[in-house]
């Protein structure tokens, strides 16, 4: 992480779109030299002082680390929603839960005018313009993903969205050049457990394992069931695939920072 490029961005603007999405809009010349990648999923680590830390951003984050574990800045991966390079502005959203989570928590209380420190870009997927149907499944921490993802789907393609939010009120304004048909599932009034939920529903889709590829992002159980359905289930090969659990229901982003790799090496001996 210390040898990406670091970056300051200055909020200027804050915007709630639904009640558990914010967005944030960073410019100003801590961001010159900022090099957008060509990636869909793009995503910087956001760098957070902890409370108490004797230091704010700009800061060294070599030297910030030589002080006590507690005192580290804590990194969050973000997706980048948009780079408009006229502006030079980046913009964020945030998943909040209230007073819960560092990023979530920042992103509450921002105003114009704060700053936040951050090193990247970096990515791994864009949707490949030749496939017939783009598939995408996840939460409310995908929704910036699966957003950027699909302004990049050609004209003529199918755009198949299945998306986890809190209720209907979480639903978000979703925009594609190509043919778009959004699934929502609403969390507080579903029957069944949210994996099971979102499994069902891409088993209701017209998909062909042969003309599809999938982007399955988000929560981490919610993931590791669709994945399962997609390879075992539809038979779609592994390289027509990107999944990637964000994060872990009961666990903080500490803890499943801890476990993630032997947790992904299981799920892949999985299927």
């Given at each position: ?178 043919k778009l048909r959004v699934t929502w599932l609403h ?22 394992a042969a003309g599809t590829h999938g982007f399955v ?18 038979g779609m090969a592994r390289e027509r695939l990107s ?29």
């Amino acid at each position: 992480m210390s040898d990406a490029p670091k970056h300051v961005g200055r909020v200027r603007r804050v915007e709630r779109l639904t009640p558990d999405l914010v967005r944030a809009t960073l410019g100003g010349p801590g961001l010159a030299g900022f090099e957008p990648v060509p990636w869909t999923d793009a995503y910087v680590n956001l760098l957070f002082p902890p409370p108490g830390a004797p230091y704010s951003a700009p800061f060294d984050v070599a030297e910030a680390r030589t002080l006590e574990r507690h005192r580290w800045p804590l990194p969050r991966r973000f997706t980048v929603r948009r780079w408009d390079t006229q502006r030079g502005e980046l913009t964020v959203d945030f998943v909040t839960h209230g007073e819960a989570g560092t990023a979530g928590r920042w992103a509450q209380q921002a105003q114009p005018g704060d700053l936040l420190q951050l090193q990247g870009p970096s990515g791994g997927y864009r949707p490949d313009p030749d496939v017939a149907t783009h598939l995408f499944v996840g939460d409310e921490s995908a929704l910036p993903a699966i957003a950027a993802s699909l302004e990049a789907v050609p004209e003529g393609r199918r755009a198949l969205v299945v998306a986890l939010v809190a209720s209907p009120a979480g639903e978000l304004a979703l925009s594609c050049p190509g043919k778009l048909r959004v699934t929502w599932l609403h969390r507080r009034t579903l029957d069944r457990p949210a994996a099971d939920a979102m499994v069902a529903a891409v088993r209701a889709l017209d998909l062909d394992a042969a003309g599809t590829h999938g982007f399955v992002h988000g929560e981490a159980s919610q993931t590791r069931a669709v994945r399962r359905h997609l390879l075992g289930g539809l038979g779609m090969a592994r390289e027509r695939l990107s999944v990637s659990p964000y994060w872990r229901r009961t666990m903080t982003d500490e803890d499943w920072r801890v476990v993630k790799e032997d947790w992904l090496a299981e799920v892949d001996a999985e299927v």
